[in-house]
């Protein structure tokens, strides 16, 4: 069987590590992959040092789209995937998550009738004005296999008319939901074991003995939004005044903040006693300030899992999630961009941190299912 696996954004980099791993281990007789990057994200700190930490193969095509408008990427990205599958002719493509690059890979395949396996499927904010949920709907309704990591994800997709008992053989106009684990649990947890062997972030911090909020923050409707932007700014230099904080920073938001800001509030985050402001970090050194925070305060999706996974606290940057099902638990809450309700949220998670985490998120063998279910639907 041949898959092709397109990645472009920082996450699906990550994501596709997982399945790449199961394949060499268990399927390397069965499956060959052939992985397209779309250059959505090229810069050292947010593409290569992924490939290089996680062991994925390096790609074997890369269409260097770069930076660009939503049309103009993304068009970019479908003209040179569709050449791609046409040449290669595989039995499926695969697409994580919710980018741009997932968007043009279920274009392109669907209209030249490449299967697609959709993983991350069913999530929903909600919200139409954020561009991920346009591009996850169009990819879940171009999709042959959908997996969910999560059980709201697959009730999603029934109340869409997702059949729960379609049978083999699996298609378009037949596809399959499936609720099972988050592949980004079955990375964390393996990566969870090297990550302090490999890295030291905390000593280069200084933040051994130390306790600290990890901060990550990327979200357009944030970072292109001054009062929302500063609203955020402000709260987080609040909360440094009793503990430290600790934020890689997405290339989008060095940007924005140095674009929208005022001077005077810049100034002062940049040269904050208690806030490292720092370059996008690696996947192990986010594992190792992920697993030694005393709290998590972020916009990114995956951040907020990972948050979860590691039993920390979580502030959402948003007015809404996709994972609900960690808010419900009590262990994230929403508080948006709203000053006051970010900062009223860290002290009560500080001064009373949740410990009850139950398991909502697979057995950490997510990818091993997944192309259990690819063979099976390609051997019909
Ligand atoms: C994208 C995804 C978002 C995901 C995020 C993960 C879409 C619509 N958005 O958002 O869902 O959560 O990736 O990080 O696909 N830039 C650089 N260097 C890079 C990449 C980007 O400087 O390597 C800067 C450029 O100024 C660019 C901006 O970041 O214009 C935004 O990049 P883009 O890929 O368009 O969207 P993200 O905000 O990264
Ligand atoms: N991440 C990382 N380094 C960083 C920031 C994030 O390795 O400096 C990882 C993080 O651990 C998670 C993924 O990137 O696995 C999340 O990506 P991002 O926040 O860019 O996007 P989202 O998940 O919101 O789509």
Redesign the pocket.
């Known amino acids: 069987m041949k898959i092709v696996t397109i990645i ?5 980099i990550i994501k596709a590590a997982g399945l790449s791993r199961a394949i060499r281990t268990h399927y390397a007789d069965r499956i060959k992959e052939v992985i397209v990057h779309t250059g ?4 050292e ?3 290569q040092v992924f490939i290089d930490e996680l062991g994925i193969p390096k790609p074997d095509y890369n269409l260097h789209v ?3 408008s ?1 049309g103009v ?1 993304t068009a970019r990205m479908i003209e040179g995937i569709e050449q791609i599958l046409l040449d290669e002719k595989p039995d499926y493509i695969v697409l994580y ?7 043009a890979g279920a274009v392109a395949a669907s209209k030249i009738h490449v299967p697609i396996v959709h993983i991350e499927a069913g999530l929903r904010s909600f919200n139409k004005s ?3 949920e346009i ?1 996850r709907i169009v990819c879940d309704h171009c999709s042959t296999l959908l997996f969910s990591p999560t059980q709201t994800g697959f009730d999603n997709l029934v109340k869409e008319g997702f059949k729960s008992n379609n049978q083999r053989p699996y298609t378009i106009d037949n596809p399959k939901v499936f609720h099972c684990g988050d592949i980004m649990f079955d990375n964390s947890l393996f990566f969870s074991q090297i990550a302090d062997q490999k890295v030291d972030v905390l000593k280069r911090l200084g933040l051994n003995d130390k306790p600290f909020i990890l901060s990550t923050l ?3 409707n944030n ?1 292109d939004d001054k009062m929302r932007l500063t609203s955020i700014v402000e709260a987080i230099m609040e909360v440094a005044q009793t503990i430290a904080v600790v934020l890689p920073m ?6 924005m903040t140095e674009l929208l800001m005022e001077k005077d509030l810049l100034d002062r985050l940049f040269h904050h006693d208690n806030i490292q402001i720092i370059e996008p970090v690696s996947f192990l050194e986010m594992i190792q300030l992920e697993k030694h925070a005393k709290l998590v305060m972020t916009d ?3 951040v907020q899992k990972e948050s979860y996974f590691f039993r920390k606290p979580c502030v959402i940057l948003r007015p809404e999630t996709e994972w609900v099902e960690i808010v419900k638990t009590g262990a994230a809450t929403l508080v948006d961009a709203d000053k006051d309700g970010i900062i009223s949220a860290c002290r009560q998670y500080l001064q009373h941190p949740p410990v009850d985490f139950p398991e909502i998120f697979g057995d950490g063998h997510a990818a091993e299912f997944m192309l259990e279910q690819m063979i099976q639907n390609n051997c019909d």
């Open positions: 472009g954004a920082r996450p699906q959505q994200h090229y810069d700190n947010m593409s770069g930076s660009a939503h990427q998550g919710d980018t741009n690059s997932t968007l954020m561009p991920e591009n990327h979200r357009n970072t997405h290339p989008r938001t060095r940007k990114s999706g995956g």
